[in-house]
Structure formats: structure tokens, C-alpha cells
């Protein structure tokens, strides 16, 4: 299949591209490269440097391609929570205009499928665990609410334009390429995995856990880690869902099972064998104590599961990547 990879570059992006290209499919990669890296993009798949808010070289990329896409892939996007809570203007604008952007792209250039990370963000303090698709949407960050609009937006296209839709809910992305060919790192990463990683790897002092006084096993907050590998298989899956049954989906991604921030800094200590220095400070604003997915209904319609995201090879592949020496 023809496929527009809008953020392709991105650090899921770029494992979603490389996945596609290992399955025949051909790509073409859209993005600004503001926090996608050129050394992500792979000389297989068209490159065009483009932004999502400048809807004429959108639109002409959706169109210009001789006998057109049959799928859009939308990665691109802002994705710190933090930040969305005192930026919400950015947020709108690139998430939700961007993302309205892409859907009118794609009715002009008569795309039919659209695929779309979305984020278990968008459930909020969670009600029950493991978290499934029923469970109430009620996100407790702008980041999320942008996400499950634009859920809102898909179905709207659905329904008007016959454009099919698979929203994945990813929880905590996290891991590199099994294969090692993903080398771009993220810049000032926040999130857990990469934090640890550059405190292996000497770019910061420590980590900080956020918080060991919750009701967990040893007190730290525990989360469902799905390996990036693991989702870029999911998007093609979910394109072959959607292209051939004509129906969109909304899927959680996850592994299925917990695991502590204690449990991942010792065992990126075994791993890595660094010291890796961390501290206990105060909880983080908003983070609940546990989080994990049911992802019973991707197993079921898209035939996945989560094969690569036991802890030893998120850990292993992303320390592949981090030991490299650059520049
Ligand atoms: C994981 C755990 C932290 C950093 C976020 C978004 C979510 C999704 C994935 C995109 C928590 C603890 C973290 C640190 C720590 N994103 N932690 N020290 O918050 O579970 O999920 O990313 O869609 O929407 O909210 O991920 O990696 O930030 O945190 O102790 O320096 O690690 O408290 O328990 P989170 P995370």
C-alpha cells in the first residue's frame, strides 16, 4: 500500500516507517523535523520537509502523488503533558488544527484511511484497572483532551467522508528498534526510560522518582511500558484492519502488565551495569499510582500482542542506542 507518514521522522514515527518499509508497503515521510531527527529517515521512503499548519504543502503532498495514498499515518504531534498545562495554545494548534489539517488533506486527496496515535491520556485517573476501551474518557491533562477530540474529529470524518480510522491508544511507549536501525534520540526526554538512559550514560546526574509512598508494591508508580517495535506493528496491523474490513477501530496498546519505576531503575543498573544515581522526591502533579491496559481487543481484531515489551529488552534496546557515541 501507498502510505503518508505525517512525523515520520519522530521517534515512533520513525519505527512505525521502518516497519512499513520491512512489509513492502511504500512510504512517503512528512515532517518539519522539529523534534524529528534527519537521522531518522531512511533513503527507501520519500522525504518531504513540510508542516502539518501549512495546509497548502499539506494538501499538495496528500494529492501530488501519482495514483494517490491509501493511508495516512499521523504521528505528528506535541506530547508532553507538563507542558500542555501551561502552553494549551500550542497544544490547539498544532495538535488540533494540525490533526483537522490532515483530514481535509486527505478528503482532497481522496485518502481513505487514516491512522492515528492516540494515548491512554486520554481516560484520566483511571476507575478500574486494567484500563479497556469502556472505560471513561475523562483526561486530566490538555494533552489528553486534545488527543480525544481529535478521536471526536476521526469519527465525524468516518461518518461524512468515509474515511476509516484506527485510534491507537498507546500507553507508555518506550524501548528502540530490536534490529538496533533507530538511532535518533529524543531531546530533553521526559519520560521515565530515556531519563534513566542519559543518567547511564553520563548526560545527567540522576534520576528522580517521583514519589515511593503509593499504594504499589514498593511505593513507586507503576505503568504498562509497550515497546515501540511492538506498536509500529500495531499500526500495520491496524491498516490492514481498516483497508480491508472498511471499519474503523479504537484500540488500546499495551503489554498488560506493570511495572514499577524502582523495578526499571534496577534492572537498567543490571543491564547497563552503571551506577545510575536516583533519588526519591516529591510525587509528580496529576500521576496516578498504577496504570495498566486490557488490550484484549487488539489481540482479538488486530492479532497482536505485545512480543518485545518485557522489561530486559525495553531496557536492552534503548541502552543499544543511548552507548552509541555521537558526534
Ligand atoms: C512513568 C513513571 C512517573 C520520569 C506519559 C503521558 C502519557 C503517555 C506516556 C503520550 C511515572 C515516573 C518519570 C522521571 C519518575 N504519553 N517518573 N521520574 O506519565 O506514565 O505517561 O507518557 O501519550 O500520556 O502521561 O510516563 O515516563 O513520564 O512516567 O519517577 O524522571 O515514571 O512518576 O510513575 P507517564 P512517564
Known amino acids: 500500500m501507498k502510505t503518508l507518514i505525517v512525523g515520520g521522522a519522530g521517534y515512533i514515527g520513525s519505527h512505525v516507517v521502518r516497519e512499513f518499509l520491512d512489509r513492502g508497503h511504500g512510504v ?25 499548519l501549512d495546509y497548502t504543502g499539506l494538501s499538495r503532498a496528500a494529492s501530488g502523488r501519482r495514483g ?4 495516512v499515518v499521523h504521528l505528528a504531534a506535541f506530547k508532553a503533558v507538563g507542558e500542555s498545562m501551561v502552553n494549551p495554545e ?38 478500574y484497572l486494567p484500563i479497556d476501551e469502556a472505560h471513561p474518557t475523562n483526561p486530566e491533562s490538555y494533552y489528553g483532551f486534545t488527543k480525544l477530540e ?16 484506527a485510534a491507537l491508544r498507546y500507553f507508555n511507549a518506550a524501548g528502540y528498534d530490536v534490529k538496533g536501525r533507530i538511532k ?10 530515556p531519563v534513566i538512559m542519559e543518567a547511564a550514560c553520563g548526560m545527567r546526574e540522576t534520576v528522580q522518582i517521583f514519589g515511593n509512598d503509593y499504594d504499589t508494591p514498593d511505593g513507586t508508580g507503576v505503568r504498562d511500558y509497550v515497546h515501540v517495535s511492538d506498536l509500529a506493528i500495531a499500526h500495520a496491523a491496524a491498516l490492514e484492519y481498516t483497508s480491508k474490513n472498511d ?11 506493570g511495572i514499577s519505576v524502582l523495578e526499571i531503575v534496577e534492572a537498567a543498573r543490571r543491564i547497563t551495569g552503571k551506577p545510575i544515581p536516583a533519588r526519591i522526591v516529591g510525587r509528580r502533579a496529576g500521576d496516578p499510582a498504577k496504570l495498566t491496559a486490557a488490550s484484549k481487543k487488539a489481540h482479538e481484531l488486530l492479532h497482536w500482542t505485545a512480543n518485545n515489551s518485557d522489561l530486559d529488552t525495553l531496557i536492552k534496546t534503548s541502552w543499544d542506542v543511548y552507548q552509541k557515541p555521537r558526534r
Open 68 to 71: 494517490g495514498f491509501d493511508a
Open 247 to 257: 471499519k474503523s477501530i479504537t484500540v488500546n496498546l499495551g503489554s498488560e502488565s
Open 90 to 127: 500550542k497544544y490547539s494548534v498544532n495538535n488540533i488544527n494540525g490533526t483537522i489539517n490532515i483530514l481535509n488533506a486527505a478528503v482532497e486527496g481522496n485518502i481513505k484511511n487514516i491512522i492515528f496515535s492516540s494515548s491512554a491520556a486520554v481516560f484520566g485517573q483511571p476507575e
Open 184 to 193: 535518533g534520540l529524543e531531546s530533553n526526554p521526559a519520560n521515565l526510560i
Open 28 to 52: 512517503t515521510v512528512f515532517d518539519n523535523l522539529s523534534s524529528g531527527k534527519r537521522e531518522n529517515l531512511f533513503p527507501e521512503a520519500e522525504f518531504i520537509h513540510g508542516d502539518i
Open 150 to 165: 481529535i478521536e471526536r474529529f476521526l469519527g465525524w470524518y468516518d461518518k461524512l467522508k468515509g474515511i476509516r480510522f
